[in-house]
């Protein structure tokens, strides 16, 4: 398929269609509206399910319901509607049942605003409703990526039977440029051996997540542990650029990891040894990758549109080895090149700073 | 544990219905929850739907359900019963998509899916058990409570200045043009059982004829957290509940006759 110039949002709502997406169930958010629109569309001529859920609340109960007939289903909303799809993501979660979402975020905390942010972070790796579990979640930097991921996230959901979230800022929903949408694939008409579709000629299937038995719901969590240390080994996805020769690593994810390209392009051409590490998945976070890294290099400067939250993953796997800066901007604000440019040359100077003395030592 | 006892030469009079699992369940002696399972169970029978059955569980007394019918089933956050049906039905418009929910999880925390559900004609049908309370927590105030009924929350009665009024469930529902069927029954005495009885057949043959959204509101006794015994509880539905809660059909659209 060629090339055409897309809309984020477009994009990613057309390239779940193509992956054989059979019901959606949402709520108009900015920055995400255009992804229900273009679905509202395209669901009813393809003779699929759209309905325009009465709130998140609702939106993520109607997935939960349509995910357990083994179909393949998807909400999407933007931060103040995820925070209200909490709840249900933690039922979904406790059935292993697989759902996808799609979060194009914005600014907050409270009602925010309708710019870009990477502000959902925390709500999507680690908080994702109660109990103890983390959805995979995939962060695009382009709109291709977000096509590439959103389709990713259907086969990875239904492999897992677990959450897959495509964190996407709304710079990323919001932006046009050239991409390559898939070719359609079929709607898959068969349902897994779980599903619920009435008990024909079997015992009925009951899909659940209450186990009143400490030893009991102790057992199921182990089971998800489980589950999520297999999707932990093999499902870490990143990018590296300039990595083989560098003694600063710049960390950064979606619009911050691609703007930090540029920046970090430039500091090259400047003659600094800087390097890009742009994690894909958030998680799994690809730590075990950061921390080989660690050893070859001086320090490492965190880029986020936050307060620093994927700032804590990153210390986490340095695990104090090195010193780890940050650089980010919020409530909306996207960093301009030369910013993180600016933050480079201010870390590369200390670092260089800190060569220097142990050298004198 | 079977479920008929063989004697030769005798006539079956009473059986398990199919679509009620063979399984000891948790409700307090007289409740009547019991009754309502029993009663629904034997409308999927004869209904010959059991295998085609898929049920809400919701969150209160009634949360294991999911165990004591025979029929594929999940189990709700409480008050997403009706979200999760529509959700179910909209994907699988051939299967008989039935949440069982109580007054707590229906009209106060989930009053807005059951309203949009309803308002939306979403082909599913709702079992709505009223006991005026919040049986599972332990006996605190539901939406429900009679103006005046002492509970664990409303120790010195309810307080309509304060806690406001009870809610008719199926007098508000049966407002909304999406909805086909709503009534309600009560389960305080055999003639009234049998009513509702009848009146679930009627919701299934509704669904199952895609008219829209139907709802049997069924008044059931708490004998538990009432404090009565289970023949004084019947006798609260009856000389307290009933006055504020009138059995009746409150929404039954002409295609919906046509079946009764
Ligand atoms: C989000 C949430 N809030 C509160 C509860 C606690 N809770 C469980 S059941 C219930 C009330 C149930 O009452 P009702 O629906 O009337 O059913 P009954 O137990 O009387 O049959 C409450 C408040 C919960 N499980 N989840
Ligand atoms: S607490 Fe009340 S509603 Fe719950 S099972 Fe016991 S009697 Fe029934």
């Known amino acids: 398929m060629a ?39 395209r669901m009813v001529e393809l003779g699929r399910v759209f309905l325009q859920a009465e709130s998140e609340v609702a939106a993520i109960n109607m997935v939960y319901g349509a995910a357990c007939t083994g179909v393949r289903v998807m909400t999407s909303s ?71 991921f959103t389709v990713l996230a259907f086969d990875l959901a239904e492999y897992y039977r677990h959450i897959v979230i495509v964190a996407a800022d709304g710079q990323i929903g919001q932006m046009m440029e ?86 970090v392009e430039e500091a090259r051409e400047r003659g600094m040894k800087v390097g890009l590490l742009r994690p894909q998945t958030l998680w799994p976070f690809p730590e075990k990758r950061l921390s080989e890294l660690t050893d070859e290099i001086e320090a490492v400067l965190v880029v986020e549109m936050n307060a620093g939250q994927m700032l804590e993953d990153v210390r986490l796997a340095v695990s104090g080895q090195i010193p780890v800066g940050f650089y980010g901007r919020m409530g909306g604000v996207v960093p301009m090149p030369d910013e993180i440019l ?10 260089a700073i800190r060569l220097r003395d142990k050298e004198r030592v | 544990m079977s479920t008929t006892v063989c004697v030769p030469n005798m006539e079956v009079v009473y059986e398990r219905p199919i679509a ?91 009053i807005a899916e059951a309203i949009h559900a309803a308002t939306r004609g979403d082909n599913i049908t709702i ?38 009024y009870p809610m008719r469930v199926s007098e508000l529902l049966s407002q909304l043009d999406g909805t086909a069927y709503i009534v309600r029954r009560s389960l305080h005495d055999a003639k009234n059982v049998r009513k509702a009885k009848k009146a679930l057949l009627t919701a299934l043959k509704v669904q199952e004829a895609g008219l829209g959204f139907s709802m049997v509101e069924m008044l059931s006794s708490c004998p538990t957290n009432w404090g009565m015994n289970p023949q004084e509880a019947l006798q609260w539905v009856e000389d307290s509940m009933l006055p504020y809660y009138p059995i009746g059909d409150y929404k039954v659209i002409d295609a919906v006759r046509e079946l009764m």
């Open chain 2, 20 to 110: 009620l699992a063979d399984v000891h369940t948790h409700y307090c002696p007289g409740c009547t929850h019991g009754t309502a399972h029993r009663l629904l169970a034997e409308a999927l029978d004869e209904l010959h739907m059991q295998d085609r059955a898929i049920l809400v569980a919701s969150v209160g007394c009634s949360v294991f359900s999911y165990k004591y019918f025979n029929v594929d089933s999940c189990e709700a956050a409480h008050g997403r019963a009706p979200a999760m049906a529509t959700g179910i039905k909209r994907v699988n418009p051939d299967n008989i998509v039935v949440t069982y929910q109580g007054d707590g999880d229906l009209a106060s925390i989930g």
């Open chain 1, 342 to 351: 600016d933050a480079i040359d201010t870390h590369y100077k200390r670092l």
């Open chain 1, 178 to 263: 050239p991409a390559e949408l898939p070719e359609m694939r079929p709607v898959n008409e068969k349902r897994p051996e779980w599903a619920l579709t009435g008990a024909i000629d079997r015992d009925p299937n009951i899909i659940t997540s209450i186990y009143l038995e400490g030893h009991e719901m102790e057992a199921y969590n182990l089971k998800v542990q489980a589950k999520l240390k297999e999707v932990k080994k093999s499902e870490a996805r990143w990018v590296e650029h300039w990595t083989e020769d560098m003694d600063l690593l710049v960390v950064g994810y979606g619009t911050a990891g691609r703007i930090a390209y540029s920046a």
């Open chain 1, 3 to 41: 090339k055409e110039m897309l809309k984020g949002n477009v994009a990613i709502a057309e390239a779940a269609v193509r992956a054989g997406l059979q019901a959606y169930f949402g709520y108009p958010i900015t920055p995400q509206t255009e992804l229900l629109e273009h679905l509202s569309k």
């Open chain 2, 127 to 164: 079992v709505f058990i009223n006991n005026a309370i919040y049986g599972m927590t332990g006996g605190q105030m539901a939406p429900t409570s009679l103006p005046g009924q002492r509970t664990n929350s409303s120790p010195l009665g309810r307080d309509v200045r304060s806690a406001g």
């Open chain 1, 78 to 148: 933007s931060s103040p509607g995820i925070s209200l799809m909490q709840e249900g993501l933690s039922y979904i979660a406790g059935s292993d049942i697989p759902t996808v979402l799609i979060d194009v975020m914005r600014g907050g905390p409270g009602l925010g605003n309708i710019l870009p942010s990477q502000g959902d972070y925390f709500q999507v790796t680690r908080s994702a409703g109660h109990g103890d579990y983390h959805p995979i979640v995939l962060a695009p930097a382009s709109v291709q990526e977000a096509i590439d």
